[in-house]
């Protein structure tokens, strides 16, 4: 007999005997602190919170009840991983809950590739506590984390685990595949109705068989059916004036005076010739997931007791409850949130629509309603990444180095969106820097002087959190400088920033040299043929690092197509190398997507799309063959991996460049565009 | 009115015959497992088969659906036994979200019936029309060359 099958049976006696299972509390992580919590980010939860992470049933299973939400990332399949490694059981052995609020305390937002960052050592510690206590045959029936010390196995990786760093599928992947129900569209309940609510100013369509017009109790109007075919036949768009939208255009932006934040003010010299003077510029983009926004709600009142249940796909379950309360004036324990499996969450899912359409509907119905957002209104009445203007100014000293790196941007917020804050908070957070507009300004390069400054511009149309915030757009433009930079050097781009990164960057530069040799990047090829390879890196966060190669061919019509990518990343200790492969896939196509078709189209200040044809996104014939490789020094600590290769973007376009010798400084790449 | 879904005939209440298919399946059926992604026929999550080829569920009119067999992803399965392509998409892992999966399959499964041996440049033609916004389409071309027997 195993060691382990003889921990497994010994699990199984012990959960036996203790007739209430045993449940064990752990606090919530702290997260940074959000000035104004435009997007909710919390705080740590006061300590009398804890968290029930763990329950051992008394039949033996155990579950791990999720502080995160699912949208693909591999969360609940990374988390069962480390639980199982702490307790050295089978990974069958636990079952993973998507907890509703009530069966947890709030967490903070499902965002910013923070999941296993902040989670994985809360929760192997109450697994291994668990262990602990399983040893010792322990009578307690709730075990509290309190520090206490505790040997962790899984948190080391090495050869010694069992679960912790081997490929597993994402959790439910058999219901997936078999089509069962997973998403808050496919949430149903006797007697449910299913309802949109018109745009406000919009005027209900002329009367359809079957549709019944409502007044909600916020003011706005709806319609309800008793099947969803005639809702999807109404249309979204509405003549309403046209709204200014403000030029996002950094060099007025710079002419108007002094941009509004600094991330670094080292006086640089602005009278002097610059080495490399160049425009970058960025459009509006969608998330695109492809399950569109959906929710379901049902009241229940008994006598005097009011309760609002709804079913959703959200980054943030806590916050629809909040916003729910508040919008229909009870108290929080009176809204009950289901989080289902998110279908595509990218930043998407971190505010509050659907679900109030849900619940305002229901309301007047008597009846439980499903709100499917239309691709339509995804587009219109979602919100989107903001545009981006940058202005990147670069002097270099004999050598190549930089002596001078100026770089100017602005764009329309992220974090302190207009789709979550109301105009008084808007007016307020113009004096806060946007730090999801900051993210990844700041570049990994030495320079003996270094300005980063920006101004964050209100804009028309709402705008707000996407795929790596700011550090797609900000790492194109940084990227692109640094390969003119080595081209005006006269130098290899790669070998170019393995001499000039930072020294304190030495995993970014290991990232470097390892796609070099897995490309076999000796040095860039030379312009012709139609072929280009391109390089660009770039640091998440601080803490996760990733370097990618690209390589393109440009037809005879000047159309890119992608043939190979490659990328390196160091993302700390992997959990789950396969999930945070699929993340890096993800970020690679994104990047690409980027540079070959994504922008949204805006008309009169307003999004004008409805339909995938007005806003492609990649598809299967664009996948390059990809090769993925991660790294990481000994003793690193779990970092985000689901943003880090959004760089990618200029690996893409410094192809481009490559291939064509014309510099991409608008996205997205078209032949004809000027350069 | 009367469809055959997954073999089994299904009666349709005669005011929903001009609605789209897929809601049919999806809110009278109950069969979810056929995904709304854009209802123009532009992202392929509503893929089903009619009369075993790959059509978007929420471009047929149920009324045009009634006299043809349609499958879904529910019905692909035979019993317990997995398809292959099912038991490929699990062992390849392909899925990161999930929800554009079961439209993809039902396109692959299209795919393979007509071209049982498909390279990648047939994969990624008869895959176009099928969206995923994580980016598994790697994944996909590799399950489908499994799934046909071929070294992924």
Known sequence: MTASAMSRRRLLAHAARIAAGITVFAAAPACAFNPLPALPTRGMPPAEARI??????????????????????????????????????????????????????????????????????????AAALLREHLKRGGADTEIHDQGQPVILRSLHGGEACRHVGKSRPTERIADIVTGKPLYAGDTQLPGMLFGLVLPAGAEPPEPVPGLRRVELSDGRRGLLSDHPGPLHAISLERPEAARAMPDLDIDAAMRRGRLEHRLRGDAVDTEAGWTLDRRYDTPFAAHAQIEPRSAVA??????????????????????????????????????????????????????????????????????PVKVQWSRAAEFVNGFHRPPSSHRIRARLDGDGRI???????????????????????????????????????????????????????????DTGPWRGLGAGPNGFAIESAIDELAALAGQDPLQYRLANLDPQHERLKACLRRVADLAGWIRQPRMGGGFGRGVACGIYKESSFAAVIADIGIAADGAVNLRRMYCVQDSGLVINPDQVRAQIEGNLLWGAGMVLTERLPIEDGRVAAYTFADYPIPTIDAMPAIDIELIAPPGAAPAGAGETGMVAVAAVTNAIAAATGRRVSTLPYSPLSPT | MQITVNGRPAE??????????????????????????????????????????????CQVRTADAAGHEIATIEGLAAGDALHPLQQAWIAESVPQCGYCQAGQIMAAAALLRHTPQPDDAAIDAAMAGNLCRCGTYQRIRKAIHRAAGQQP
């Not at chain 1, 207009?418 to 990994?444: E, F, I, Y």
Request: charged share 20%.
């Open chain 1, 52 to 125: 029930a992470w763990l329950r051992l049933l008394p039949d033996g299973r155990l579950q791990l009840l999720l502080p995160r939400q699912e949208m693909g990332q591999g969360i609940s399949i990374g988390l069962r991983q480390i639980v199982a490694e702490e307790l050295d059981c089978e990974l069958e052995r636990i079952e993973v809950v998507l907890p509703d609020t009530a069966s947890i305390v709030p967490v903070k937002s499902t965002v910013g590739s923070d999941s296993m960052k902040d989670f994985a050592e809360p929760v192997a510690r």
């Open chain 2, 12 to 57: 349709i209440p005669d005011p929903l015959a001009d609605d789209p298919l897929l809601w049919i399946l999806r809110e009278t059926l109950g069969l979810t497992g056929t995904k709304f992604g854009c209802g123009q026929g532009l992202c392929g999550a509503c893929t089903v088969h009619m009369d075993g080829v790959a059509v978007r569920s």
């Open chain 1, 298 to 367: 049902q009241w229940h009142q008994r006598g005097a007791d009011v309760q609002l249940e709804v079913w959703t796909g959200t980054q943030d379950a806590f916050f629809v409850r909040e916003t729910l309360a508040r919008q229909f004036g009870l108290s929080a324990d009176r809204v009950l949130v289901h989080p289902c499996r998110i279908g595509g969450g990218f930043g998407a899912r971190t505010i509050v629509r659907q679900e109030l359409e849900a619940a305002l509907l229901a309301e007047v119905a008597g009846r």
């Open chain 1, 403 to 461: 002596t001078d790196w100026w770089h100017g941007f602005c764009s329309g917020h992220v974090i302190f969106t207009s789709a979550a804050m109301p105009p008084w908070m808007q007016m307020v957070t113009s004096l806060v820097k946007d730090p999801g507009v900051a993210r990844g300004a700041l570049p990994p390069y030495a320079a003996a002087r270094m300005r980063v400054e920006f101004s964050d511009i209100r804009l028309p149309v």
